[in-house]
């Protein structure tokens, strides 16, 4: 690792990002000097304010909707918006408005290459694509990072960007691509379930040693704006040290802040509507981002009672010709607990519904809304996550239906609610209660808006030795296709194996040679690379061929087509090739191919990348 003078976390949120940095040559051990930079934005049109948080919104105005300088920022100017402004302009304005780009960005059914937000807008308003807009997000925080710190540029620091704990491994390639074309050198990705506890342990100054003792499983419980994730973290000892290791993580859930706006506009909708007024999709567009600013209002004030809603007219320019209507405190807090949040039991699964044949192109959001049926399918689903854990053997009642926590760690934004997190713990204890078991702790001390960020920095001063590292490594098992080879049979296709490329935890930084056995590499023409993980099939080891498994035990991940460079041979030749699995200090997946020693055409390797590359693969 190279030498830098500050470790710094970003975190690249759905609805917020956010800078914190770690002071490397003045912190020793788990006594840091750290911070969060203030970061400039525009408020409003030629108004430059410094909040800690950026806005993940970005606003493409009309060229002759603002006038000169007013875009301007202290490093420059530019023909967007992101911000503040951005926000509360594109709240009018909504078809000139990009929000989620970090859901989009994950998004398998959509080219994320492709200039397709804001979605639905007319041809006449400009268009990005998800990556373009993660990057200039990015771009923006390290613009306020070099203005603040002309003597300590970001380019040259050791930067930490933050993911969701489900991202596959194609939104992490996308991820590590957007930071890096936006000046981020030294880059490491981290989940920010890990991220939160980091900066929990940081907080605590030494004490979170008190607040959890060996045996103890923490869930971290992380709803944001646009994503839910659920994190498994294991507390052990060895030689009387405490060491932490994440067990497990949960499925990509799109479900969040995103939809509980959605679920409130539709309550006004209804009101609005039963006073003879009906909107339409730009008006309903509109009343969702005037939600999102009552609803964060509503919950974080217990004493507030309504938040005044305003929505323009068809056609009307006029504040005076605006339909006005208000948001109350009670519509939130029934509509977010009943829908997001019902106590249901410890056997409960997300509901599916039959689909539609025909769809509109959209973000592909979880078909049910509660949270806590989710939680209850993942902790179902990792009851025997502890089997194999060193100290954690028999720490599990044997009739238990779902793996049971012991301590609870909130995060995000969602949870500055403490109505929502108490919800979330009455449900959780009652399902450990019926089961028998202790009753979970929360965990007291998070920074809801802040701790992603702020453990993101903290994480990159562990790495350099100095404090308690969560071990994990890869989120899930890995695996890739091999189509046997069969005569041709009408009607059938030929069945196909998945051989272990990475194990659950394999570390960032390491590498996996698999065992001497050959495969044929076809190159020169189109093919298609299909990819398995697994999160519950712990036991696999590189090199390990399943010929059978359940829906349960692998899930497809985005499957990559690509024509891999002929390097002097025919089109369509099969090479022999050994394979070769490799997790970058990013903490990005790599798969190479070479080819055996006596294969013609020479020493050259072929990378087969879990990522989108337009049909491109580095070769």
């Known amino acids: ?20 940095w770690v002071d490397l040559a003045a912190s020793d051990g788990e006594k840091t000097q750290h911070g969060v930079l203030p970061i400039p934005q525009l408020t409003g049109p030629g108004a430059v304010e410094q909040p800690p948080l950026l806005p993940s919104f970005l606003y493409l105005p009309h060229a002759d909707e603002l006038a000169p300088g007013e875009l301007s920022l202290p490093w420059g100017g530019a023909d967007y918006a992101v911000g503040e402004m951005a926000r509360s302009r594109g709240a009018t304005t909504p078809i000139r408005l990009v929000s989620s780009a970090k859901s989009w960005l994950c998004h398998p059914g959509v080219d994320r290459r492709a200039a397709i937000l804001p979605p639905g807008s007319p041809a006449e308003v400009p268009h990005v694509s998800p990556l373009e807009a993660s990057i200039r997000y990015l771009d923006h925080l390290r613009r306020a990072w070099d203005h603040a710190h002309p003597d300590a540029p970001l380019r040259a620091q050791n930067v930490t960007v933050t ?13 590590a691509e957007a930071a890096k074309a936006a000046g981020y050198e030294q880059l490491t990705l981290l989940e920010e379930p890990q991220a939160a506890l980091y900066s929990w342990i940081q907080n605590s100054g030494g004490a979170w040693r008190k607040e959890v003792r060996p ?4 869930l971290v419980v992380d709803v944001g704006g646009g994503t839910s994730d659920f994190s498994l973290i294991a507390v052990h000892e060895r030689e009387g040290n405490l060491e932490l ?27 609005l509507a039963a006073n003879g007024t009906q909107l339409d999709p730009t008006q309903m567009r509109a009343l969702t981002y005037a939600c999102r600013a009552g609803k964060e209002a509503l919950l974080a004030d217990a004493n507030a009672g309504t938040w005044p809603i305003v929505v323009a007219s068809r056609g009307s320019r006029l504040i005076g010709g605006s339909i006005r209507t208000e948001l109350t405190r009670e519509e939130v807090t029934a509509t977010i607990l009943e829908g997001f949040f019902p106590q249901v039991d410890a056997t409960a699964r997300p509901v599916t519904r039959t689909r539609a044949g025909l769809t509109q192109l959209g973000l592909p959001y979880a078909q049910d809304a509660a949270v806590t049926r989710h939680l209850a399918a993942f902790l179902g689903r990792q009851v025997g996550a502890l089997a194999e854990l060193e100290g954690f053997a028999g720490a599990q009642h044997a009739n238990a239906s779902f793996l049971h926590p012991t301590a609870v760690l909130f995060n995000g934004g969602v949870f500055k609610s403490s109505l929502l997190a108490e919800r979330t713990m009455a449900t959780l204890n009652g399902w450990l209660a019926a089961e028998g078991a202790a009753p979970a702790r929360a965990l007291a001390g998070a920074d809801l808006d802040l701790a992603v960020a702020r453990g993101a920095a903290y994480y990159g ?5 100095r404090g308690v ?14 189509e046997s080879a069969m005569p041709a049979v009408p009607g059938l296709e030929p069945p196909i194996q998945a051989l272990c490329v990475a194990p659950f935890g394999m ?35 590189v090199g390990t061929v399943l010929d059978f498994w359940t829906p349960e035990e692998l899930q497809e991940l985005e499957e990559i087509q690509a024509t891999l460079p002929a390097e002097g041979r025919q089109p369509g030749e099969v090479v022999p090739v050994k394979l070769h699995a490799k ?22 390797r072929w990378k087969v990348e879990f990522d989108v590359r337009g049909g491109e693969q580095a070769a």
Request: proline share 4%.
């Open 1 to 20: 690792m190279n030498e830098s003078r500050y470790a710094i976390g970003v975190d690249l949120g759905t609805t917020h990002s956010a800078v914190s």
């Open 163 to 175: 993911i969701p704990a489900s991202f596959d491994p194609a939104a992490r390639e996308l991820t």
């Open 215 to 218: 045996g103890d499983i923490i």
């Open 245 to 271: 290791h994440r067990v497990a993580v949960g499925e990509h859930i799109l479900l969040g802040g995103d939809n509980m706006d959605l679920a409130l506009a539709h309550v006004v909708a209804r009101k």
């Open 461 to 465: 001063h562990v790495r350099r030795g």
């Open 469 to 482: 590292r969560i071990r994990g490594g890869t989120a899930q098992s890995y695996y890739v296709a091999i």
């Open 507 to 541: 570390e960032e930084g390491s590498d996996a040679p698999l065992p001497e056995q050959e495969f044929g590499l076809v190159v020169g023409e189109p093919v298609h690379f299909r990819f398995f993980g697994s999160s519950v099939r712990r036991q696999d080891q």
């Open 583 to 604: 997790v970058t200090e990013a903490g990005t997946l790599e798969l190479e191919a070479l080819p055996q020693s006596g294969a013609a055409g020479g020493g050259e």
